[in-house]
């Protein structure tokens, strides 16, 4: 089954660029899609598509995705955005969609 | 605005059963497909389940295959989750969630706020 691999852990001073990486095999050419998880809530999506971000999603969350890895890249980075983050595929060969373990996000 | 509610968790015990139900509102429920996804405590996210708008496509997580049953009732927009021969590696928080617009594959675009279920004796 497809395995997609997240560090545990991240941390970023406020007001500087965070980026968290999903490595997969040959993960460019699929989609992949990140949710933001804060504590005690449920996930919410933030960039679908590799980088499309749905309504109401601050213009500071973009992504990118190439080759083996596919990047969350958050800008001027806020308090607020302490969070865990998750990256996502579908992968076609299993019919099944695939989560990584997860990044927690500490903003300095 | 799109609104899942989960219900029917619970503690039980290993070997019982257990039925999750989602109540979804403000979108066409019967135009788009359903997941249950769970967070075991302190861990990731892992899908469980995938069931197609019209109920004819089910996909399953290889850890609950034959143990877990997917369906919904378009009628009463509701998807549930039938939970059998349930394991303490089974508790975690369960949630309903959203498929995206796209016919295959594709995001979870939209998320209840979880049904906790706790398998122990």
């Known amino acids: 089954s497809y395995v997609l691999i997240q560090a545990p852990s991240g941390s970023v001073a406020p007001g500087q660029t965070a980026r968290i990486t999903c490595g997969g095999n040959?993960?460019?050419?699929?989609?992949v899609h990140w949710y933001q998880q804060k504590p005690g809530q449920a996930p919410v999506l933030v960039i679908e598509?590799?980088?499309d971000r749905p309504s109401g999603i601050p213009e500071r969350f973009s992504g990118s995705n190439s080759g083996n890895t596919a990047t969350l890249t958050i800008s001027r980075v806020e308090a607020g955005d302490e969070a865990d983050y998750h990256c996502?595929?579908?992968?076609?060969?299993?019919?099944?969609?695939?989560f990584g373990g997860g990044t927690k996000l500490s903003v300095l | 605005q799109v609104h899942l509610v989960e219900s029917g968790g619970g503690v039980v015990q290993p070997g019982k059963s257990l039925r999750l139900s989602c109540a979804a509102s403000?979108?066409?429920?019967?135009?788009?497909?359903m997941h249950w996804v769970r967070q075991a405590p302190g861990k990731g996210l892992e899908w469980v389940a995938f069931?197609?708008?019209?109920?004819?496509?089910?996909y399953y997580a290889v850890s609950v295959k034959g143990r877990f049953i997917i369906s919904r009732d378009n009628s009463k927009n509701t998807v549930s989750l039938q939970m059998n021969s349930l394991r303490p590696e089974d508790t975690a928080v369960y949630y309903c969630?959203?498929?995206?617009?796209?016919?295959?594959?594709?995001?979870?675009?939209?998320w209840g706020q979880g049904s906790l279920v706790t398998v122990s004796s």
């Open positions: 969630a959203k498929k995206d617009r796209h016919s295959s594959g594709g995001s979870l675009d939209y």
């Open positions: 403000g979108f066409s429920f019967s135009n788009f497909g």
């Open positions: 069931l197609s708008y019209d109920g004819n496509d089910k």
């Open positions: 040959n993960i460019g050419t699929k989609s």
């Open positions: 598509y590799d980088r």
């Open positions: 996502q595929v579908w992968d076609s060969d299993s019919d099944h969609w695939v």
